[in-house]
C-alpha cells in the first residue's frame, strides 16, 4: 500500500528543498568572478604533456600510434573550448600531439623554450584568451605552478593522460587535474 505525505509535509520538503537550492547557487556564486568584466577577463590554460612517444633511438622522436590516438581524443575533448592559442616546445612529439588540436581550430602552433619556463609563463599570463600547452614531463606540473597553480607532482615517466586545466583571474589561479585517455596505471 502507498502511503503519501500530508500536505503539509510535502510543503516543508519543498521549503527545504528550496532553501537547499539557494544555498548552493550562493556557494556557487561566491566562487565566481563577482561581475560579467571578471569572467571575461578570465585566462584558461589547459596544459598536458606530450603523448606516448615512439623509441626510436633518437633524442627527438615522434609519437607512437598510441600517442596519435591520444592525441586525437585531446583535440575532441578540446573542440568546443574556445582555444585561441596553441604553444609547444620546438621538439616533434609536442608538435605532434598539438598537430590534431591545431588543424581541428585552425590555429597556428607556437613554439617556446622548454628551458625557460618563466618566460612562457608570463607569456600565458600577459595574453588574454584559452590556450593549450604541450609539454613534457619534467616541465608541465613546473609550468603550472608558475602560473600558481597545483602541479600534484612529479609526472612518472609512463604518464601520458594528465590534462591541467589553470584559469588566471585578478584574484589568483586555480587549478583542476583530469585524467583522458588510457590511464596510467602504477
Given at each position: ?31 565566481l568572478p563577482t561581475t560579467a568584466e571578471g569572467q571575461a577577463d578570465a585566462t584558461v590554460v589547459y596544459l598536458v604533456r606530450h603523448a606516448e612517444r615512439a623509441e626510436d633511438g ?109 584559469t588566471l583571474t585578478d584574484n589568483g589561479a586555480s587549478t583542476v587535474l583530469l585524467r583522458f585517455g588510457d590511464p596510467?596505471?602504477?
Amino acid at each position: 500500500m502507498h502511503r503519501s505525505c500530508p500536505t503539509r509535509s510535502r510543503t516543508t520538503v519543498g521549503r527545504l528543498l528550496s532553501l537547499h537550492a539557494i544555498i548552493v547557487l550562493v556557494a556557487c556564486v561566491a566562487i565566481l568572478p563577482t561581475t560579467a568584466e571578471g569572467q571575461a577577463d578570465a585566462t584558461v590554460v589547459y596544459l598536458v604533456r606530450h603523448a606516448e612517444r615512439a623509441e626510436d633511438g633518437t633524442s627527438d622522436p615522434v609519437i607512437s600510434l598510441p600517442g596519435w590516438d591520444r592525441s586525437r581524443l585531446l583535440a575532441d575533448m578540446l573542440q568546443d573550448a574556445g582555444l585561441t592559442h596553441i604553444h609547444t616546445s620546438n621538439y616533434r612529439r609536442t608538435r605532434g600531439t598539438a598537430r590534431p588540436t591545431a588543424e581541428a581550430t585552425g590555429i597556428e602552433m607556437r613554439t617556446y623554450d622548454a628551458r625557460n619556463l618563466a618566460q612562457i609563463a608570463e607569456r600565458l599570463r600577459s595574453t588574454p584568451g584559452r590556450h593549450l600547452v604541450i609539454g613534457h614531463s619534467n616541465t608541465t606540473p613546473q609550468l603550472v605552478e608558475l602560473l600558481g597553480g597545483d602541479g600534484a607532482g612529479e609526472i612518472h615517466e609512463l604518464e601520458y593522460d594528465r590534462l591541467y586545466v589553470v584559469t588566471l583571474t585578478d584574484n589568483g589561479a586555480s587549478t583542476v587535474l583530469l585524467r583522458f585517455g588510457d590511464p596510467f596505471e602504477r
